[in-house]
């Protein structure tokens, strides 16, 4: 049984009471302090300090403080008034013990009201951070948008301008034609002038080989050099080529050497086969990895991130030096908020593209990868 402590001491104002509670010995860490309006206890095993208050306080704003081996309460009254004692009188078990239930529903009211205080509160702070976040988001998507649309009339402008130039071009052509074939029109002219002046030579020294022997002669050499031979006949050539895997011609082709080629490539087509059994249930197109690229990119395109992310995967397994791949792959993982995985990707397309183009600058393959993420 707890024992009581009666040499406390205590004083007032009229709107404050200072109580003096010796802890005996007892470290101030083990002191138990339990106050309300209307009740106070301090427990400090083996002893108890506990009284029932002449008139309510306010324990908000009541304080305690402990230290020197001895407990000091400030206690601030609700009414202004001077206590006749600091303990109400009269007063038996029975009505201690339901100011003790009182005091003790009442501090769990108050424990509870706080403790849903608290969760309020915490739900505000947290609808707050969501508003922010998605403002943030709104902003940033906003952003991409107005870049995407930048990149869209930039390069709108770029395929007119190479239309526009285009155009020109086939129109200096046509005018160039125009002129070649009125230079071959001038020439057949010239020709057909020209062959009307020997036709009339011809017949002028034929009418003069009537008059003399030895004319004849000369002029009839003549006009059979000047005969036009007759046109050819119009004829068809038919050529067969015998159907050959390599495009060299026979003579030039390395027979051994192709057959040792195609064998190997076989063999790998076999292997690879074999280490992917997956496989072996796909169709011939979708074991090409351009197919594959190109239908990661119509998954990406209608925003299926996980199922163009596995086209890439498989398209990477039959070919892992394609540094596109990678890329598109990157780009589905910044969908989807994988940033480790899109910086793996990416570093990896940055030392496979560096490995086969030495002179690119990283700025320009920075550039790149930019694009091919839509940022």
């Excluded at 802890?23 to 309006?37: I, N, P, S, Y």
């Excluded at 017949?203 to 003549?222: M, V, Y």
Aim: aromatic residues 8%; hydrophobic residues 35%.
């Amino acid at each position: 049984m707890p024992l009581q402590v009666s040499d406390y001491s205590w004083q007032q104002t009229e709107t404050a009471v200072f109580i003096s509670v010796p802890l005996r010995g007892v470290c101030g860490r083990d002191a138990d302090v339990f106050c309300t309006e209307n009740y106070l206890k301090v427990n400090f095993p083996p002893f108890l300090f506990e009284v029932f208050l002449y008139a309510p306080i306010d324990d908000e704003s009541s304080k305690a403080k402990i230290g020197n081996d001895v407990i000091v309460f400030t206690l601030h009254k609700k009414e202004a008034a001077v206590w006749e004692t600091l303990s109400v009188s009269g007063v038996d078990k029975e009505m201690m013990q339901r100011i003790r239930e009182k005091s003790i529903l009442q501090a769990q009211e108050r424990a509870k009201e706080a403790t849903e205080a608290k969760a309020s509160a915490r739900r505000e702070d947290q609808k707050y951070t969501l508003n922010v976040m998605m403002k943030i988001e709104e902003e940033e998507r906003k952003k991409i948008e107005d870049m995407k649309e930048n990149e869209r009339i930039k390069a709108t402008k770029e395929l007119e301008a190479w239309k526009e130039h285009q155009r020109k071009a086939e129109e200096q052509k046509r005018i160039q034609r125009k002129e070649k074939l009125h230079h071959q029109e001038k020439q057949i002219e010239e020709g057909k002038k020209l062959k009307h002046k020997s036709l009339t030579r011809n017949s002028a020294s034929r009418n003069l080989a009537t008059k003399g022997g030895n004319s004849e002669d000369i002029f009839f050499e003549k006009l059979k050099d000047d005969s036009i031979p007759a046109p050819r006949s119009v004829g068809s050539i038919k050529i067969n080529f015998t159907p050959r895997v390599f495009p060299t011609a026979l003579r030039e082709s390395q027979v051994a050497e192709e057959e040792e080629w195609l064998h190997k490539q076989a063999e790998a087509r076999r292997v690879m086969n074999t280490d992917i059994p997956e496989l072996c249930d796909l169709k011939e197109e979708e074991k090409n990895p351009d197919w594959l690229k190109d239908k990661g990119n119509k998954l990406f395109a209608t925003e299926n991130y996980l199922a163009a992310i596995n086209a890439y995967n498989l398209a990477i397994r039959l070919n892992n030096k394609i540094p596109l791949l990678y890329l598109n792959r990157a780009a589905c993982h910044l969908k989807l908020k994988n940033l480790h995985k899109a910086i793996e990707d990416s570093s990896k397309a940055y030392r496979i593209m560096k490995l086969h183009l030495k002179l690119i600058h990283p700025t320009k393959l920075y550039k790149m990868m930019l694009r091919r993420f839509g940022i």
